[in-house]
């Protein structure tokens, strides 16, 4: 073997990790952008909710003073329906990006074991990756 050949080696080596975690930085990129669309939706959702609520609201103090008694207990299930439906549109996506780790995490967590490896230093104990 030849230290030409054993660059070679190398520099391939080198190719072949960065090809790995440029694909895995593309994993990321899809997953967050699905993420991000889904708490959008739910975010418009809730908010459509929410004016329903308030429009509900407002027919619901028009009608109070109409005087029937049937149309204001619907009206005033449906002021409830939408709020409860947008409160829970607005924790359900609070909750998600609470708990959302950081984006691309899983990309840094492998370029930072591959700089130990580098400096000659065994990578921590490594969790379950992607």
Not at 16 to 23: C, G, H, L, N, Y
Not at 67 to 95: D, K, N, P, Q
Request: net charge positive; aromatic share 14%; with cysteine.
């Amino acid at each position: 073997m030849t230290v030409r050949h054993d660059l070679k080696n190398a520099v391939g080596s080198l190719f072949k990790i960065a090809a790995t975690r440029v694909e895995l930085f593309g994993l990321e990129v899809a997953e967050e952008k699905e993420r991000m669309l889904g708490m959008l939706w739910l975010s418009m959702f809730g908010f459509v909710f929410f004016i329903l609520a308030l429009m509900s609201a407002t027919v619901l103090v028009g009608l109070y003073f109409w005087g029937t008694e049937y149309r204001f207990v619907v009206l005033l299930g449906l002021v409830l329906f939408h709020t409860l439906a947008a409160l829970a549109c607005f924790w359900y996506v609070r909750s998600h990006l609470i708990r959302k780790n950081l984006p691309f995490s899983a990309t840094v967590k492998a370029l930072q074991d591959d700089a130990q490896c580098i400096r000659g230093k065994t990578p921590a104990a490594t969790e379950d990756r992607p």
